[in-house]
């Protein structure tokens, strides 16, 4: 039980960028950025250059926001997500609700017109994690994590809505499989090192979290 717990609060706190969107169901229809593109550092790095400068005139945007703060997570700048997430949740306190709760759907039908949007597809995948639906959240992250396929921060957030649907095993894989694409993401071996514990291993266990570290300063930073 230990265990989980330990696993459960870091996986919390890798994510904690999506934790503000509790609200977040009420997003307006999405920001249409780049084109349907194959991922990778260079295009999340020309979307983020895109957005900021659309967040200088509209500062309070909501859907540039959200597209900011996936941007950020998918470079693993947590910080900046954490804070987007933040302002996000703020914006969306209104009187009314903050608008339209059916705004999954809605991404859901443009992603139907724009197979393969890799925008839509985390979008998708941290609304579904925002409304604790693991299944479909995962869903969405593994078909990113196969777009997106030289990077590491997708699977590391599918294998924490895998763990949270009772796959161990899959989780693992995920995190393997984030490792092998970045051997010096720290936090991947955080939540493989607990992932190892919760299976027994203890021994490789304490290897990864040696290596996890600086991550875990890092996490308890944003508390």
Not at 10 to 35: K, N, Q, S, T
Not at 81 to 107: H, I, K
Request: include cysteine.
């Amino acid at each position: 039980m230990q265990n989980r717990m330990r696993w459960k609060w870091v996986g919390l706190g890798l994510i904690l960028l999506a934790l503000a969107l509790v609200g977040a169901a009420f997003l307006p229809v999405p920001l249409r950025g780049l084109a349907e593109a194959s991922g990778g550092e260079a295009y999340w790095s020309e979307l983020l250059r895109e957005v900021e400068g659309q967040l200088k005139k509209q500062p309070e945007e909501r859907e540039l926001l959200f597209t900011y703060a996936v941007a950020t997570a998918n470079l693993g700048r947590l910080d900046d997500s954490v804070r987007a997430f933040r302002q996000l949740e703020n914006l969306t306190r209104l009187p009314d609700g903050g608008g339209d709760p059916l705004s999954a759907e809605v991404y859901e039908a443009q992603l139907a017109a724009h197979p393969g949007d890799l925008l839509l597809l985390n979008k998708l995948a941290f609304l579904y994690y925002a409304r604790e639906e693991y299944g479909a959240a995962s869903r969405f992250f593994r078909q990113a994590s196969q777009l997106d396929s030289s990077n590491e921060w997708p699977r590391n957030y599918l294998a924490y809505c895998l763990y949270r649907t009772g796959d161990l095993d899959g989780a693992l894989s995920a995190l393997e499989e984030a490792l092998a694409l970045n051997p010096h993401n720290s936090y991947t071996h955080l939540l493989l090192g607990l992932a190892y514990a919760e299976k027994g291993w203890y021994l490789k266990s304490l290897q990864e979290l040696a290596k996890g570290r600086r991550a875990l300063s890092h996490l308890l930073s944003f508390q």
